[in-house]
């Protein structure tokens, strides 16, 4: 039996809303853009037949393999959005009633340390006591203290990656519709996959989807292609 979770237009949707609202502090404006672009083209969907297994996605440079435990959609890269991105959408049952959530992938190369890459999303590592802590580009100092009161960031670790995942409460909007955005990096030597999403509608106690995310991507595997090196990133 084959089945549609979330479309690929609902899977877009929920990455303007990550992008547009307030945990847009979070992100460099450079990266702002190339977000809205893989956002608002259009996604590709295709059905999954009701079992657990590894998926193969290759995002540009980077290839992996994730595990489909929540028998939810993959969207490719297409040629809209110029190959650069794809995602990751589900749709379960929790409590009676059925919750979706969504999170896209961008793969990123070359770089020689971890924060030239996670600094766009919000994550910094500290080296000196080896923990990442929340980072606000381009925030002034009052909506850093603001945002610092509802930002949490964790350590993250899949099957041969490491990195980080963090999530904010918006505190701007009509409070029944403000949602908790996520973000994350997972790195594996000189490769990382990145992405945003929402898991949760703060109203909602019963909505949180950051659990089934997490899932997703604790599983994510890193594939090496011959022409790999075996030369890591800092740190």
Known sequence: MNTYFLTGTALCGIFLKAINLDGIKMIRKFA???????AIA????RPRDMHHSALRVQIQSCNFLLTDALHGSISKPSQENNFESGGYSATIRVFGSEKSFGFNFL???????????SEDYGGHFEPVTNKWVPFFPGASADEISRLRKVTKIFSLYSKNGHGFYMIQDETVGEPDRRVRHFSYCLFHETKAICGLGDVRRLADAKSDMLPYALRILKSVEFTDTPAETSKSANP
Do not use: D, M, R
């Open 107 to 117: 793969c990123h190369s070359k770089f020689k340390n971890v924060n030239e890459i």
């Open 42 to 45: 259009p996604c590709t969907a």
């Open 32 to 38: 702002i853009f190339a977000f809205l672009a893989a």
